[in-house]
């Protein structure tokens, strides 16, 4: 796409969704947005299954709390170092292409792991899942970059993220269930054939604004009005302008990107924040069975509570956001308040080292996610930073920084179980660096402004 993105820091004409010129407004945006969030949905179904099929896995082939660590980890060392080179593939074909050829080979490599008999085969799928999985919230973030005005782009966000934790909510009784009854190999079958059939309806149905059959003049206007990027049908001799950018991009960009402190401050809260959602992702349920002692129904009972915690907390943060925008607020208030204010309640997770009462410690736990699904707006600001033309890129370093704690998070948790005996140095841990990143927003982001690179 050729046309900038613009930032309008004073929202929105036309906020009641009334018409322009009496012609009432669609909404073939929600489409997409209902698109995205069911991709999300599966995306992190793929990558945190291992985490529910662990406590079977590892008795079954002789994995240790270290070795599960490693594998756990091995995932966001693909998924971190395909993170550019995903968002120039972004950047130079487009949102569409990206994402069905992203869901379709991170589910065939979902579907395999179920197909291995020893460590050596699940770190290579591992290691294919994370470069598939790469360009995944990139998109995410350009399409609603596309099909959002500024004021509602924290909804958007917090409407596709929350997909992260619905599925993992409500779908963990069933697989643990599928497990019990079918072993843990039927987990990895089920959720890769999902997102193999789900990558083909995102081919069939997602559409740029401009091509989409259910968006009206009126919906482009507003969309144009915000900031978004909808670009207007042309004649055939101009056809190759709608055609996705080419980038322009040299490597010393990354550079000078990371010379804006917007950019470095949110890489640094967007760790401390999925630090968190990491433990969620991957030892949660070994915490529950090894260190809490609960039995497999029991555990798929329990596991759903914070992540529908979570899931709330998404919304709320994405809906408080968005209405402080809408009040007036800068958006360095309406922006970092929620993100601010989770990060520092999701350090309560330390808390759960000191109780003893199952019922009071889901309780801690749910607390704690619910308070980072409201800092999960980082991709928010994603697109209000991100220079014009390199969004797709800007999104690949932040995601790159932000996914850092896919890898460290789950290896320093395997070492101290493994050393200790015990997650509660694990805990202290991820209350520890949540607390950091609250700083970072606190003292390092400074104003959210969309970057301009001079050369």
Request: net charge positive; glycine share 12%.
């Amino acid at each position: 796409m050729s046309q900038p993105i613009q930032s309008s820091s004073s929202g929105t004409p036309h906020q009641n969704g009334a018409a322009i010129g009496g012609t009432r407004r669609s909404k073939a945006r929600y489409q997409i947005l209902g698109l995205l969030a069911v991709g999300t949905m599966i995306n992190y179904l793929d990558r945190t299954v291992l985490g529910i099929a662990a406590p079977q896995l590892t008795k079954e082939l002789g994995i240790n709390a270290a070795m599960m660590g490693l594998l756990f980890s091995v995932f966001s060392w693909s998924y971190v170092a395909a993170q550019i080179p995903g968002g120039l593939f972004l950047d130079r074909f487009g949102s569409k292409l990206t994402y069905f050829l992203s869901m379709t080979f991170w589910s065939l490599c979902t579907l395999a792991q179920g197909l291995v008999h020893g460590i050596g085969g699940l770190f290579a799928f591992r290691l294919g899942l994370g470069v598939s999985e790469a360009p995944c919230f990139p998109t995410n973030s350009r399409v609603v970059a596309t099909w959002f005005p500024q004021s509602e782009r924290a909804m958007a966000t917090g409407t596709y993220t929350v997909g992260e934790y619905i599925g993992l909510a409500f779908f963990s009784p069933f697989l643990f269930m599928l497990m019990g009854a079918f072993g843990w190999r039927s987990l990895f079958y089920v959720v890769g054939g999902v997102g193999i059939v789900f990558g083909l309806i995102w081919w069939m149905f997602y559409r740029e604004p401009h091509e989409h059959p259910s968006a009206n003049q009126e919906e482009l206007d507003y969309i144009e009005a915000g900031g978004g990027l909808t670009q207007r049908k042309k004649s055939a001799n101009a056809a190759a302008a709608a055609a996705p950018a080419k980038s322009g991009f040299e490597w010393r960009t990354i550079g000078r990107l990371l010379k804006h402190r917007q950019l470095t401050g949110i890489c640094l809260g967007q760790f401390a924040g999925n630090s968190t959602l990491v433990f969620f992702l991957t030892w949660f349920p070994t915490y529950l069975a090894t260190e809490r002692h609960m039995a497999w129904l029991k555990i798929g009972f329990f596991a759903i509570m914070p992540f529908i915690a979570a899931s709330i907390g998404v919304m709320f943060g994405g809906v408080f956001s968005d209405w402080l925008l809408r009040r007036g607020k800068s958006a360095n208030v309406a922006r970092k308040l929620p993100i601010i204010a989770g990060l520092l309640l999701a350090s309560t997770i330390i808390l759960a080292n000191y109780v003893e009462s199952n019922v009071v410690v889901i309780a801690i736990l749910s607390v704690a996610f619910f308070a980072q699904g409201m800092a999960a707006l980082g991709w928010t600001l994603v697109s209000d930073i991100a220079p014009e033309g390199l969004l797709g890129v800007t999104g690949g370093i932040f995601n790159f920084a932000a996914n850092l704690a896919g890898i460290i998070t789950p290896l320093v948790v395997g070492f101290i179980v493994a050393a200790t005996g015990s997650f509660v140095g694990a805990l202290v841990f991820i209350g520890a660096v949540a607390l950091i990143g609250a700083l970072s927003y606190i003292f390092i982001v400074g104003d959210i402004k969309r970057i301009v690179l001079v050369d």
